[in-house]
């Protein structure tokens, strides 16, 4: 029989990259478990704690982050985001792949860290817009945000695309379906892995 590690794939990419769409149509397809991220901010109307997020006071935000139980971790506008180490390990040692949507900061904070078997299951992917105009087409699609509200959101794509070249592989996007296909792609080839697999005969 032969049997795999898991994987963790990483997945950044700017606003209107379509990396979440890429990220939450794996899961929802079974072929990869969707990391819930841990959060000390209040939970919004009809979010579930375990399924948004895992929800928890600063304490115990603070005291996970004192026992090495986070990945990576960052305050955003007062409130606390994290990975716990238990979204990825439990699964990638049953091998099981997890797909992690994550900012350029957290993926870095996750590449630093000295977990072995997190850096043998370790896979990066960028997610960027052909071109400017394009990021800009799908900022402005929704059609509910103000012009002041679309020009911050390139501005803040743009410089977080600038980091595409610290991923092992950048993603152009296209169209979702061709997306889709080369996303799990990239996942097939690196099941593939010799160093992943275990072959065990007998």
């Not at 004192?66 to 716990?84: D, I, K, P």
């Not at 960027?128 to 402005?140: F, I, K, V």
């Amino acid at each position: 029989m032969q049997s795999r590690s898991g994987i963790l794939l990483l997945v950044s990419g700017p606003s209107g990259s379509g990396k979440t769409t890429l990220c939450r149509r794996l899961a929802q397809s079974g072929a990869a478990h969707y990391s819930v991220s841990c959060t000390t901010r209040p939970p919004r109307e009809g979010e579930t704690n375990g399924r948004d997020y895992h929800f928890l006071t600063r304490k115990q935000f603070e005291a996970d982050i004192a026992a090495g139980e986070l990945l990576e971790h960052a305050e955003v506008h007062g409130n606390l985001y994290g990975t716990l180490r238990s979204e990825v390990h439990s699964f990638i040692e049953r091998g099981q792949d997890v797909v992690m949507d994550i900012d350029v900061q957290g993926a870095s904070q996750v590449r630093a860290c000295d977990d072995a078997a997190i850096q043998h299951a370790l896979v990066d992917l960028f997610v960027m817009p052909p071109d400017d105009d394009e990021l800009r087409r799908r900022l402005s699609g929704r059609g509910t945000d103000s012009d002041d509200v679309i020009a911050l959101r390139m501005t803040n794509a743009l410089q977080e695309m600038k980091h595409w070249k610290e991923y092992h592989y950048c993603l152009l996007s296209g169209n979702r379906e061709e997306d889709y296909e080369r996303f799990l792609a990239l996942l097939t080839a690196e099941r593939l892995r010799s160093s992943r697999l275990n072959n065990e005969q007998g």
